[in-house]
């Protein structure tokens, strides 16, 4: 009688050893951690600084290197008998208007460049691309000679003109959002415009009702961009604005930590601190636009 042998069974492999899978793990995804941290600790330091001497009520630097160890209000209530709140609103309106406005050009231009085939169209592109490359500094003097000369015809775009500042900012923009919605724009199947326009439509219904809807990210991108490049600008609203009254937030603080004797940090400290908040809601506002590319599967029925 034949005798069966059951075949042995493959035997599974020997898993690795605890220190090894630690190695392993710490060379793929450990090594992140302390990196974050490094990297989270380093943003956040200055703001929590920031916060600690707004809440000093001696109004020094000195005595901030131990953090939140006097906390008062005496700063931000000091900032009611100053013009801190007159130029947080100059501020937040010279800012929104460049806001809008670069993101209205910009899509204007960028619709044009996107989907126009005219003579000069790629000279004119090139032409915004070498634009960029020249720093805005060398402009100061030539703005404000032409700022000048226009308040001599036109009071309302002369120096010490809010409307004249927005003007100055939308005009050096310009370019480099033209550049970044053109982009955007292309990717946008160009069949949209051409069912539509079978359909009767018109080239402003074309770029107001189908165009625009489907670039909201692009435009929160912009709209954010020029809202904090105006926002933090100081050289610029230093040499146009020159009355008290039309200060933004930048040239205002300055005057309070331009003089090294009579210096008052604290109440700069809680300036900065409320300033920051409009930034940080248009940020926090925009950020399922900028995350988020609604663009995708638009010619899809």
Known sequence: MAVTQTPARPQAPARPSNPARRGRWWAEVGWK???AVVIVFYAAFP????????LDPRGSLAGSSNLFRTVSGANYAALG??????????????????????????????YAFSRFRFRGRRASLTTLLIIQMFPQTVAFVAVFLLLIALGNVVPALGVNSKIALICVYLGGALGANTFLMYGFFNTIPIEIDEAAKIDGATHAQVFWRLIMPLVPPILAVVGLLAFISAFGDFILA???????????????????????LTS???????GATIGSLPVLVLFLSLQRYIVGGLSAGSVKG
Do not use: H, K
């Open 33 to 35: 951690y302390p990196v």
């Open 264 to 270: 008052r940090w604290g109440l700069f400290a809680a």
């Open 238 to 260: 230093r040499i146009v604005l020159t009355s008290e009254d039309n200060w933004t937030l930048a040239v205002g603080m300055y005057q309070w930590v331009s003089n090294q």
């Open 47 to 54: 703001l929590v600084y920031a916060v600690s001497a707004s």
């Open 81 to 110: 008998s100053t013009s801190y709140w007159t130029w947080a609103v100059n501020t937040l309106v010279i800012c929104a208007a460049a806001a809008f406005g670069a993101v209205l050009m910009g899509a204007a231009a960028a």
